[in-house]
């Protein structure tokens, strides 16, 4: 059974700092993982896409890496800005077409 | 092509009620998944439905909740005899296409959040 952690829980840094986020997953056998960003209260944003063959993947300050064969996926936020503040989730999807999210991290950027 | 709408963004029912959620997908979607996230929780998966069909269920409570995807109209997720633990943010999400297949789509809507009281 597919499992996704986060680590941390929970994270503030000053502004401006480059951070990163982690995820894992238990099950390698995926087809993709996702980046999402949701704010208090509302609906999910996209961030980034890997497709399983791919090693990372970039959008603008927003840099996303991933290792299969060792199941961690990391999020790497530079410069990062007050706006930035947000709750990350991960998730993978399954072969069987189930998405498995994490527990997400919730960041603030200190102004 | 509007997004995913999902209605009511809001929902109040008192124990014992029933709540029902409506989810449109994106135009041209036939794929239907629907989730639930509990404070301070990841979402987690309850139904994936297809035109009429469940596919997978795996994730619904075995009682009081029901899914469907009709030929017309919205998907509907029904909570009956609502109780305070079914108070959550409740997210429906559509694919034109299985989510394993290329290329992978898979859009989200805004959520409905049910509060019982």
């Known amino acids: 059974k597919q499992e996704v952690t986060q680590i941390p829980a929970a994270l503030s840094v000053p502004e401006g700092e480059n951070l990163v986020l982690n995820c894992s997953f238990t099950?390698?056998?995926?087809?993709?993982l996702q980046w999402f960003r949701q704010d208090p209260g509302k609906g999910l944003t996209s961030l980034l896409l890997?497709?399983?063959?791919?090693r990372e993947q970039t959008s603008g300050r927003l840099n996303a890496s991933l290792d299969k064969s060792s199941g961690r996926s990391t999020l790497y936020i530079a410069a990062s800005q007050p706006g930035d503040s947000a709750t990350y989730l991960c998730?993978?999807?399954?072969?069987?077409?189930?998405?498995?999210f994490g527990k997400g991290t919730r960041l603030h950027i200190l102004p | 092509n509007a997004g995913v709408m999902q209605n009511p963004r809001h929902l109040v029912r008192r124990r014992g009620q029933e709540a029902r959620l409506r989810c449109s997908p994106m135009?041209?979607?036939?794929?239907v998944y629907w989730y639930r996230q509990l404070p301070e929780e990841g979402l987690k998966f309850m139904v994936y439905?297809?035109?009429?069909?469940?596919?997978?269920e795996s994730g619904m409570p075995k009682e009081r909740f029901s899914a469907e995807f009709p030929k017309e109209g919205p998907s509907i997720l029904r909570i009956q005899q609502v109780v305070r633990g079914d108070s959550a943010a409740y997210f429906c999400?559509?694919?034109?296409?299985?989510?394993?297949?290329?290329?992978?789509?898979?859009?989200f809507g805004p959520g409905t959040r049910l509060t019982v009281t």
């Open positions: 999400a559509s694919s034109p296409r299985p989510l394993s297949t290329v290329p992978y789509e898979q859009y």
């Open positions: 099950d390698s056998a995926i087809y993709n």
């Open positions: 890997i497709q399983s063959s791919q």
């Open positions: 998730a993978v999807v399954n072969r069987d077409d189930k998405i498995i």
């Open positions: 135009k041209g979607h036939s794929h």
């Open positions: 439905l297809q035109k009429e069909n469940i596919i997978d």
